[in-house]
T-cell receptor, first 120, second 118 residues
């Protein structure tokens, strides 16, 4: 089955620094990747959608310059939290979807393991 | 307007019993998809089951089945023979638009915390 790997699983950084989170599709080509943020005991909030080779589409209220998304290849998307502050501390999780005929790959069923970011 | 509603913040079930987690949705699209995910304390999102709006039969995946009632706009998850390892958060989600439509996205409900006791 399709596997999505997200790295790192946990990161602690100092306020003002930048942090990069990677999301990789290991056994399929991900034409679209989604980035979510989840606050404690809350639901997932979509931050942005990225398509390979084009600019990401951000949801309303999400700062583009704060959360940089790069989808440079069909197997890798990165989220960079720039000039991180304590309020950026959260759980970030990606999902990937392929464009093939496999119904599971095509229905955005697969998520990465998530990254718990703590900004101190 | 909230598009996915999960009215049960928490549910308890005894091991080996069945449990139903409720989900209702709102959409004006004719083509849409409904998903259930499990999120254990580790945080990963585990895909459980998918139901397309045009699927005539209720989806089943092992111990999971989806009770899809289109007219009532409900997509309840039924877990049979509960196991201790089923304790987790469960999220219902909806994708509007036809399958494979590249700009679609998932909208999640607020989740239900299921606890299975011996």
């Amino acid at each position: 089955g399709a596997v999505v790997s997200q790295h790192p699983s946990r990161v602690i950084c100092k306020s003002g620094t930048s942090v990069k989170i990677e999301c990789r599709s290991l056994d399929f080509q991900a034409t679209t990747m989604f980035w979510y943020r989840q606050f404690p005991k809350k639901s997932l909030m979509l931050m942005a959608t990225s398509n390979e080779g084009s600019k990401a589409t951000y949801e309303q209220g999400v700062e583009k310059d704060k959360f940089l998304i790069n989808h440079a290849s069909l197997t890798l998307s990165t989220l960079t939290v720039t000039s991180a502050h304590p309020e950026d501390s959260s759980f970030y999780i990606c999902s990937a979807r392929g464009g093939g005929l496999d119904v599971r790959e095509n229905t955005e069923a697969f998520f990465g393991q998530g990254t718990r970011l703590t900004v101190v | 307007a909230q598009k996915i509603t999960q009215t049960q913040p928490g549910m308890f079930v005894q091991e080996k019993e069945a449990v139903t987690l409720d989900c209702t949705y709102d959409t004006s699209d004719q083509s849409y998809g409904l998903f259930w995910y499990k999120q254990p304390s580790s945080g990963e999102m585990i895909f459980l089951i998918y139901q397309g709006s045009y699927d005539e039969q209720n989806a089943t995946e092992g111990r999971y089945s989806l009770n899809f009632q289109k007219a009532r706009k409900s997509a309840n998850l039924v877990i049979s023979a509960s196991q201790l390892g089923d304790s987790a958060m469960y999220f219902c989600a909806m994708r509007e638009g036809p399958r494979g439509f590249n700009t679609d996205k998932l909208i999640f409900g607020t989740g239900t915390r299921l606890q299975v006791f011996p």
